[in-house]
């Protein structure tokens, strides 16, 4: 039972299987690499006269899943392999330890390596990493993601083992003030330096005084006492990038001293940042800034960026999230329009522009090419045909959330010369009528406008489809959106906090539900 007879059909099927398998090739692992076997012979691998830097150099040309398939052939090629790959991604568990000398045996060339661990695990420790950075001497990028059991000991390793580092990143990790110090007292090529979420920044005395000629970008994200990177900002003389994201205190006396000493800069982000009109003032001494980000710094104001734009005049790219205070609006634009002609990139949002500053800044920045407006109350029809009669330069236009209509739109079919692609989103007043019009008026413009009315006319037949044959809505399962996430034990205060908006949020769907039905029962008494 169970048992078929074999067809003729099968049967041949199989011997061609059989013939196939004879002639195919296979490795034994009792000879040596070279030793391949083809029907039953011995048969001559070319590959093993090839010098291993010929091979190499091969290796190179490929595609890393080219090269995965290659280092499977034989040990030979596994090894090649190996010594040819110079970026390396790894889970940075604690049981990498006991891993590290046979990895690293194979990977002895990594010059660019990445430890990521998960939040919920235990990370590698100080020996795992002294391991590494003895094995990998010629390291120049390392990213560490959530190892949170390397201390200040484990970072001295590593800064005295490799010593031509250039690059360090790091996100949520605890070894303090003193492991970076210790990298920048080590690594004197260090040349970018990214912080985000460390921990251990809070104890006394943790200011890093050190000096470094070599820094050239610098970028702190989610600090707090973030204050404390302060000397090594100032004594970066080299220094041409500064981003600031999201860290807590105030920073206008840090500007000031950075100001003061580091007159090189070229780029600055400030982003929920406590600084004001007073930092502003202190970065317009430096002359050569190029690219500017203000997002969300609510206390800066028109005054504060028409100090700045007085000495900045070689700006090129500006980014403004006024967070719609209304705090830096036409005089503040004005000034920039004015002093700034080489404005290439301008993106403003929450900030709300008229045609008296736009139209100056399409006729005073004659190489802007990128513009965007979001969330802007006063951007409508008479805006944009300012920018279509004065922006000749303009090649690529972003609307979104803006009182813009197709009449407004109509205006691009003639202007902007150099324009090849417009985006608008969630403007509710510009229809797709306009959009494939302006695609037919202009064959080289692309047109992206998502149909928000359309979007919201499918949300209203996919609401109504609950409904039932007899009247009564049918009411959806509810799933706690939040119920997936795999919150970690030690934030068991967070969770009753998801819980409570899960709640309130399922409440809230409930109340336009049962209206709903009531409102149909009452219907079908008239009726």
């Known amino acids: 039972m169970g048992q078929s007879i074999s067809s003729p059909l099968k049967q041949a ?136 059991e390397l201390t200040e000991a484990g970072m001295s390793v590593l800064a005295k083992h490799c010593p031509s580092l250039r690059k360090l990143s790091c996100g949520s990790c605890t070894f303090g003030a003193r492991g970076v110090e210790a990298v920048l007292r080590g690594c004197t090529l260090l040349e970018e330096l990214s912080i985000k979420r460390l921990r251990g920044l809070n104890e006394a005395g943790s200011n890093i005084a050190i000096s470094s000629s070599s820094l050239r970008s610098i970028c702190l994200k989610e600090l707090y006492n973030g204050q404390c990177f302060g000397p090594v900002i100032a004594s970066s003389p080299n220094l041409r990038t500064l981003k600031l994201f999201r860290c807590a205190g105030e920073w206008d006396c840090i500007l000031e ?50 100090a700045f734009t007085e000495k900045c005049r070689l700006l090129r790219k500006i980014h403004i999230d006024g967070w719609k205070t209304n705090r830096i609006g036409d005089e503040g634009l004005m000034a920039v329009a004015k002093r700034c002609p080489n404005l290439q990139e301008l993106v403003l949002i929450g900030v709300n522009p008229t045609s ?88 080289s413009l692309a047109v992206n406008l998502d149909n928000i009315n359309q979007v919201e006319l499918q949300e209203a037949c996919m609401s109504e489809s609950g409904m039932m044959d ?26 009753g906090h998801w819980k409570r908006i899960g709640f309130i949020a399922g409440r809230n769907f409930f109340a336009p539900t049962f209206r709903r039905f009531f409102h149909g029962n009452n219907n079908s008494h008239h009726l």
């Not at 330890?97 to 002895?108: C, G, N, Q, T, W």
């Not at 959806?476 to 034990?489: A, E, H, I, K, T």
């Open 13 to 148: 099927s199989a011997a061609s299987r059989r013939s196939r398998s004879c002639t195919s090739f296979v490795m034994s692992s009792e000879d040596s690499d070279s030793d391949v076997y083809l029907s039953g012979e011995t048969a001559r691998d070319h590959t093993a006269e090839l010098p291993g830097e010929v091979l190499a150099l091969i290796f190179q040309g490929l595609g890393s899943s080219d090269r995965k398939r290659c280092s499977l052939v034989c040990w030979r090629w596994f090894a090649i392999e190996g010594q040819n790959r110079h970026r390396l991604s790894i889970d940075a568990r604690a049981a990498l330890l006991d891993a590290v000398p046979s990895l690293f045996a194979r990977f002895d060339a990594v010059s660019k390596l990445a430890l990521k661990c998960d939040r919920r695990t235990d990370s590698i420790g100080d020996e795992a990493l002294g391991l590494i950075a003895q094995r990998c001497p010629n390291l120049s990028r390392l990213k560490l993601r959530a190892c949170r």
């Open 257 to 306: 001293d950075v100001a003061e000493k580091v007159t090189g800069l070229v780029e600055v982000h400030l982003e929920k940042l406590q600084v004001s009109d007073r930092g502003l003032f202190a970065l317009s001494y430096c002359t050569n800034l190029e690219v500017l980000h203000l997002v969300k710094t609510p206390e800066c104001t028109d005054a504060g960026l028409i």
């Open 356 to 443: 008296l500053s736009l139209g100056l800044i399409g006729s005073n920045c004659r190489n802007l090419e990128r513009l965007a407006l979001c969330g802007s109350e006063t951007f409508g029809d008479k805006e944009i045909s300012c920018i279509a009669a004065k922006c000749m330069a303009l090649k690529k236009l972003c609307i979104k959330g803006c009182p813009v209509s197709d009449q407004g739109m109509e205006a691009l079919a003639d202007g902007c010369p150099n324009l090849v692609k417009v985006k608008v989103k969630k403007c509710r007043a510009v229809t797709p009528h306009v959009a494939d019009w302006l695609r037919s008026t202009r064959a």
């Open 470 to 495: 007899n009247g009564v809505e049918e009411i959806p399962v509810l799933v706690d959106p939040f119920s997936s996430l795999d919150v970690p034990s030690s934030s068991s205060g967070r969770t």
